[in-house]
């Protein structure tokens, strides 16, 4: 440590006269200034206990502000450094990381609870929506097959649009949109015979109409357009097409009952007692739990709709149905969720406040209702 920082040395005292040096004042001199000039020992500088956000100088600086004691900056001792406890810091101690995570944890889970969609707003569409689906069934059949032909126009824009924005796929609207229409009326005019027709039709017009565009993605564009026409309006015309029966409006109501008993079963028993997940990759959310208390719901479903609804039905092909459904709806929501983790997406539109857009309302629908087509004429006949 230099000597300058301590103060100019005094004229007087121990270093002698002004005009008088080291060399001059003998070998006594020099041995006392040697004692006298021993470096000081290295001590950490310790913060000064006590200290807090209040009072930053400490108790220490206090006391030594009041006695007007001149004390350098920091203990030079380890003694000198006061042994009670510090104050409670301000903010709160870090947590340690085991801690830290745990914490995280839960307050992950305590937002998981309260993230979802607007209840209060799901119910209020979905009521609105089975008004409208009602009314249309049971008092002008043709109403209905409108509300499919709509259902799955905007359904195609919605997924067209997606595939745009997210992989840059172009697939063509405009034939689709038409199309998908034409194979919804035809269904219900010509059965299982008219939606082929119509299918082919639309898939030829998908690569007609993308030819007026440069090469580039051709494939990928008509691929995709394709595959919309079948996963949309072609599932959905076996709906129209259970529409053409004698029992018809019955039939139709017992394909929606079922798939929305199946899904409010697969929630509420998978909320209350799931843990075993079902397919964690394409949707954390189901579970095993959930999907028997799919089946059971929709098995019970099927029983009393067969036994009630459907002209001839028996309670035990009940079952078979609604078993089936409870399949064919899980896989249809694990169809879609799949899509949606591939575009990178959660909802595949904001048309329906609480729902999402109208994809995310067919997706159990469409693949269960060719299944529901068959059974029941296998059950109980097409007439």
Known sequence: MKDSSWGAPPSTGLWGPPDQGPASAGPAY???????????PIVPDFPDAGRDAEDPDGRDGRE????????PSGPLFRDDIPQEPMSPPPHPEPSRPGRAAGESGRAAGRQKKRAGRDLRAAIGVGVGLGAVIVASLFIVRAVFVGVIAVAVVVGLWELTTRLRERKDIKAPLVPLAVGGAAMVVAGYVRGAEGAWVAMALTALAVLVWRMTEPPEGYLKDVTAGVFAAFYVPFLATFVAMMLTADDGSQRVLTFLLLTVVSDTGAYAVGWRFGKRKLAPRISPGKTREGLLGAVAFAMVGGALCMEFLIDGGSWWQGLLLGLAVAVTATLGDLGESMIKRDLGIKDMGTLLPGHGGIMDRLDSLLPTAPVVWLLLVIFVGSG
């Open 30 to 40: 020099d041995q006392h200034v040697a004692q006298q000039t021993r470096p000081m």
């Open 64 to 71: 030594a502000r009041d006695q007007g004691a001149a004390r």
